[in-house]
């Protein structure tokens, strides 16, 4: 879930349920309504490149889901369509297709995770997969 009042979410760095994996989770509510605190933000990072969480799939419904965090890939955002919000170039979005439309730039690691040395490459195959 957004940290409230903000539009930003926090980050936890290992869930204790699953013991001897180390795996940073943000929870969330799964639905596609955006914040009311994220509605004017938005549209500042139209042709802009921003971090993006990737993530294993999600476990809960609603409030109480969790997304557990791959990785962050950096993307492009060219427009987006949510309920109540949208903007930039919405091909491909309006009505009932729902989402983000841009450009997948690079693949981006924690370098906490691989030592602190930073990341020098290899990583995950994460495969492109579209989400509605």
Known sequence: MPDPGKCQATV????PSTTGVTDP???????LSIPSECKA???TYL????????FTPATGTGAGGKYYIKGYAAFLLLGYSFPGAEGGDLTGLGGSNRGVRGKFVEWVADPSLYGGGG???????LPPHLVK
């Open 12 to 15: 936890y760095p290992d869930d």
């Open 25 to 31: 989770y943000a929870k969330t509510n799964t639905g």
């Open 41 to 43: 933000l938005i549209p």
């Open 47 to 54: 042709n802009k490149v921003i971090l993006f969480p990737v």
């Open 119 to 125: 990341y020098s490459g290899g990583g995950a195959d």
